[in-house]
């Protein structure tokens, strides 16, 4: 198991160099530059007075040298923007993603699997057809589109729920009113990953119904109940489980879409603002960032896996 | 001798596009307490539905018994609702299935899914019905039981996986146990071992086997009396020791004659006659056995023979008579119906 742990952590750290350096190159290619973007009237001896402070005349391959070496020892950098260092950005707005993240995944999968497996028992009826029609439309649906138009219909047409923002925090926060700003972002932000869950659930529930040990559960006497719930459901998650790790990605490029729309000031609308000012040393460390997670959950997800399924019992 | 089944003009049909397709189409047969019989047939016979039937499976799998009684007991199994017969399953009757490792559950260990067999049935709590389990492995003969109580199903050979079925289904002594095909998937030496071992439960049990088996081989050694079936119907019923003297059905005779000798392979395929079963949706006219059968007239082809009392049997055969006696004149002639 250790040694599973371990191995999968060596690949990590390849992954991190290859994604990291694959976005370095790509930015420094990217036309503009951080000076373009700067608002304030500067002459050209001026932008090349900072472009030499920053370093930017250097090669690329040597500023990823230099990035790297610091990356290495915890320093991600300067914000070109704010002049804070990059890791206390992202860790101010990094909560905020986790909640949102953590909630819509605890939603998601409660709910998708709920749904799938009646799609699943009620298939060929009504039920079975309304559920698919809706992931289907769900799947299709832009989440921008229907994130504004839950704003149109809840904030300003009923004025329900708030638009935009995380609500009040520390002194002044309160439950009911967290909860009436987190739940637009969490629907909306399920939506790119719940039809998927429902549909693999549906899936795999169906294919566990026609096998062999189904029908000698029934012939054993067990309640309807106990045939589905423990003795299917419990089979028909094992691949649920290993989709839930390749939806994590889909989820946090969902939360940039997402968090820009209802001001929800996590790392998502963070990536935005520092791609928009070309503040290079913040999008790598949010990319730093964000690729760690994606690593992480889906080594979380392989050690579940190997818990729920008896089978796989050697790891390493 | 009291009967403890008794099936009566069973049907039972699949659903297909237009209508019911009939897999079962009026079977009758009864099993006697303490008795083995084996249903024998090629596979698509209809023997696994009509065991379904009688365990009221078949409406799980898009099925439905279209009509006839199933006499368990003197009740009648289909006029049970859902949580009767629930109660009736896997504790008054109980069923093991062809494939050991696709039928036992592959996420529980095999406590579990034993335990649980009992729970369903009996109030106890959980450790005493382990304690249960473990005994019912060192019954079914499997060595060190408490260690294969942790195991899970794949950690097991087949012929352990078997069983570990067997346990289950004797978990609350059953009255009828139905196996399916028990000993297909498994080699010869484990097959004898697994027939021994039904052989000897059913005399300590004193319970009542129906052996499902498309080796008429298999069926000889097992059964006091057997079921032949053909394309959903009985072609013949009769005392084992009779069967084996002296068939009174052509497809009975064919199916002995696929009994490989001492050293020939145990087929499947009938040598003896071309042909293969038909398909359920382009069923012959008459007799569902004619097209391959070689003693067939103009009768067979249009009109379905009756399964009518014919001496101490059952046959479904309009030239029942005229088989016996060509069997009795030509006796000991090999390949009667080769063409
Ligand atoms: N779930 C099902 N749906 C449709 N047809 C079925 C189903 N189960 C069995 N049948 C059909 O019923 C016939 C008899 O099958 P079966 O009883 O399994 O034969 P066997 O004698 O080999 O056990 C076959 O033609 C099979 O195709
Ligand atoms: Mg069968």
Redesign the interface.
Known sequence: MLRFILNRLGQSVVLMLIVTMITFFLINLAPGGPTGAMRMEASPEERQAIIERLGLDQPVIVRYGQWLGDALQGDLGTSFNSSEPVIKRIFDRLPYTIELTVFTVIFSVTIGIIIGVISAIKRGRAQDHFINFSSVIGLSVPSFWLGLMFILLFSVELKWLPASGVGPRGEAFDLVTYLKHIIMPVIILSMTILPNIVRFTRSSMLEVIS???I??????????F?VLYI?AL??AL?PVITVIGVLIPRLLSGAVITETIFGWTGIGSLIIEAANSRDYPLVMGITVVITLVVVLSNLVVDLVYSK????VKNLA | MAKILEVKNLVTGYRGKDGFIKAVDGVSFDIEKGETVCIVGESGSGKSVTSMSIMRLVEYENGQILDGEIIFNGEDLTTKNAEQMRKIRGSKVSMIFQEPLTALNPVFTVGKQISESILFHQKMTKQEALIKAEELLSLVGLSEPKTRLKQYPHELSGGMRQRVMIAMALATNPELLIADEPTTALDVTIEAQILELLRKLREQNDMSIMLITHDIGVAVEMSHRIIIMYAGKVMEISETSDIIRKPYHPYTKALLESVPTMDGERGTELKSIKGSIPSLNQLPKGCRFAPRCPLATEQCHSQEPPLVAKDNRQVACWHVDKFINQADTEQGREGDYVE
């Open positions: 096998q062999n040990y029908r000698t559960i029934r012939a054993k006497g067990a309640k309807e106990i003795h419990r089979n094992i729920v399924d008896p089978r």
